[in-house]
């Protein structure tokens, strides 16, 4: 088993998928060996919490890890303590995005602090990019290692000129070999040497871009060039008046980059991203050579997805946090070997919560968890299935701002704790634009999905029913 995981990847931005602009084909050959899900979704649209879902196949409300900096509370278990069980070596290299010491299941395991070892006094380098504190970015990889003492690099980040925490963009000042990437896909495909013929593994390879800093090596940001970038459609096009009053304030008040409210500034935003979506595709294709290389690619089963998208200037948003398609909306596919269909494309919703049981089936592991999704098999077998069980998202868990989502069918209704709900007929209205959630010809369609809602979690009944 070799899981292949990137952080913020925009849901359709692959080739394969017709997009113009993103230069991924490593991905798309992948895509076309296996099965590719076009609706997949994240089951919270942040780093931590998204990846405790993929891990547990839990929801947030059930796992417990609300926001990025929580701990997995004592006793969770994750997907690979019971492939560890059934006899599997199990590995994580990479940006894991656990806030504690612990490895949940993992055997063997590289991440930022192994990386910084490698780095040595070039990880200065690193932590000019970053600029702050951020977990997210490994910079500390466990913010509590600093809980007793100021920001240690406080006085050492070499001004930039950025006017936020977050930089626009702009090439690396690192060499290629020294990105987390590389060392990701270079101590990756040492591992599928070292151990990839002495017994069953389970691997997760686990990237970084093309999550902030947006900063690609030169080559890679050498490939796009702001000017030839444009904003997106729905840019500076939404009615404030049917959006939520949170989505309203981002729109307007950019804390992490200010200059991303000026379009002219913004497009080197959108060149860095792409630029770090190449970056990754480079890197995970590595593996993916190294696999076939070695002559593994038979008798492995291959998934790649992203732990959430990113709006990219859509709505006048960026990053995540949001239910929009493009934030909670993630890349999904898997290459199973026997089973999947090559090039095969399956058009029903579902959700990260199913990606664990479905590899537990796979394998044949026995799995003594009461997971929250179905396993997916059903869907490899026979693509053309549909799937009318409804898909959830939360967000902002144990604060006065929870968020929770549902999609059903073409519906999705996003209930907000005392703000403006929102509501899409994604069939008739792909880029969210008409919110339907206070025309009274749609009341009772709010209604059902509001009840579907409160039926899958308590708790969004007790808060304060949106306007």
């Known amino acids: 088993m070799l899981f292949l995981l990137s952080d913020q990847h925009k849901p359709g931005v692959m080739g394969i998928d017709g997009h113009t602009l993103a230069h991924t084909p490593a991905l798309d050959m992948l895509a076309q060996s296996g099965l590719r899900f076009r609706h997949a979704y994240c089951s919270n649209p942040v780093c931590g919490p998204a990846r405790a879902s993929l891990w547990t196949g839990l929801y947030t409300h059930h796992h417990g890890v609300v926001a990025n900096e929580v701990p997995w509370p004592a006793g969770l278990k994750s997907i690979a303590d019971f492939f560890r069980d059934a006899g599997y070596e199990t590995g994580a290299i990479g940006k894991m995005h656990f806030a504690d010491a612990h490895t949940h299941g993992f055997e063997y395991r590289l991440d930022f602090n192994d ?78 040497r070292r151990h990839g013929r002495s017994g069953p593994f389970f691997l997760v390879s686990s990237f970084l871009k093309p999550h902030q800093p947006f900063m690609p090596a030169a080559r890679f940001a050498a490939m796009y060039r702001p000017e030839d ?172 701002k929870k968020k929770y989502m549902i999609r059903q069918g073409g519906w999705k209704y996003c209930h907000y704790h005392t703000d403006v709900p929102q509501m899409f007929n994604l069939k008739e209205d792909s880029s969210e634009m008409r919110n339907l959630a206070l025309d009274p010809e749609h009341r009772e369609r709010r209604k059902e999905l509001y009840g579907r809602l409160c039926d899958w979690h308590a708790e969004v009944r007790q808060s304060v029913p949106s306007a």
């Open 229 to 400: 970038m444009r904003m997106p459609d729905s840019w500076g096009k939404v009615d404030p008046a049917t959006m939520p009053q949170f989505q309203v304030a981002s729109t307007t008040h950019n804390t992490l980059t200010p200059e991303l409210l000026d379009p002219k500034k913004a497009v080197e935003r959108i060149a860095a991203y792409y630029g770090s979506l190449a970056q990754a595709d480079d890197c995970l294709g590595q593996v993916l050579s190294a696999l076939r290389d070695l002559g593994l690619e038979d008798d492995t089963i291959v998934v790649y997805t992203s732990d959430h998208g990113e709006m990219l200037g859509e709505h006048s948003l960026w990053q995540k946090f949001v239910f929009y398609e493009s934030s909670v909306g993630v890349p999904l596919m898997m290459r199973v070997p026997g089973i999947a269909a090559a090039g095969s494309v399956c058009q029903a919703p579902v959700s990260h919560v199913s990606v664990a049981p479905t590899l537990a089936e796979l394998c044949g592991i026995a799995t003594p968890a009461t997971f929250d999704g179905e396993s997916l098999v059903r869907f490899l077998q026979k693509p053309e299935l549909t799937n009318n069980a409804p898909v959830f998202s939360e967000y902002d868990l144990g604060t006065p």
């Open 115 to 192: 990386w910084y070892q490698y780095l040595g006094p070039k990880a200065k380098l690193y932590a000019n990019e970053v600029g702050h504190t951020f977990p997210g970015d490994g910079h500390p990889q466990i913010r509590s290692l600093w809980r007793d003492m100021p920001d240690p690099w406080k006085d050492v980040y070499e001004p930039d000129g950025r006017q936020g925490t977050t930089h626009l963009g702009r090439a690396s000042k690192m060499a290629e070999q020294d990105h987390f990437d590389s060392f990701v896909a270079r101590e990756s495909v040492e591992y599928l």
